[in-house]
């Protein structure tokens, strides 16, 4: 009883803000093909199972210093919903993600490379 009544006034005085990110990037497409990928081209950087149909993006390493990390949940401007960071790309990319096309290779051909505008949210505790 006691310690979750201290838990309850320790969580009540904290406050967390939202932290708002807008950037332009390089899009271009991968699905899941050991051509573009590796032995396990259904397994990410991260250890995540794609699945086709999934709404997810890999990012370049820059970006995940940027608070783009692990599972975090992605607005692309122009496309419905959210997309959820899932994989991690090679160290020599730079502002770029790569949006998951599942294994429809002529979609991601037909995508090609774009800019885009991506946005996301981050909590900073104060």
């Known amino acids: 009883m006691k310690l979750s009544f201290f838990l309850l006034i ?5 406050t967390f803000a939202k932290d708002y990110h807008v950037l332009e990037v390089t899009a271009t497409a991968f699905t899941s093909s050991r051509a573009e990928t590796d032995s396990t ?3 990410t950087a991260w ?8 709404k997810c993006i890999a990012v370049s390493r820059d ?3 940027m608070g783009l990390k692990h599972k975090t949940k992605v607005r692309i401007r122009g496309f419905k919903g959210e997309y959820i960071v899932l ?3 090679n160290k020599r990319w730079r502002k770029k993600i790569d949006i ?3 294994k429809n290779r ?3 051909l037909n995508w090609g490379k774009r800019k885009v ?6 909590s900073l505790k104060k």
């Not at 320790?10 to 904290?14: E, T, V």
């Not at 250890?47 to 999934?54: A, F, V, W």
């Open 87 to 89: 994989d991690k790309m």
């Open 63 to 65: 970006l995940i210093k």
């Open 100 to 102: 998951y096309m599942g």
């Open 106 to 108: 002529k979609k991601a």
């Open 117 to 122: 505008i991506i946005e996301w949210e981050t």
């Open 10 to 14: 320790f969580l009540s005085s904290c």
């Open 41 to 43: 081209p259904n397994i």
């Open 47 to 54: 250890g995540d199972r794609l699945k086709s149909g999934m």
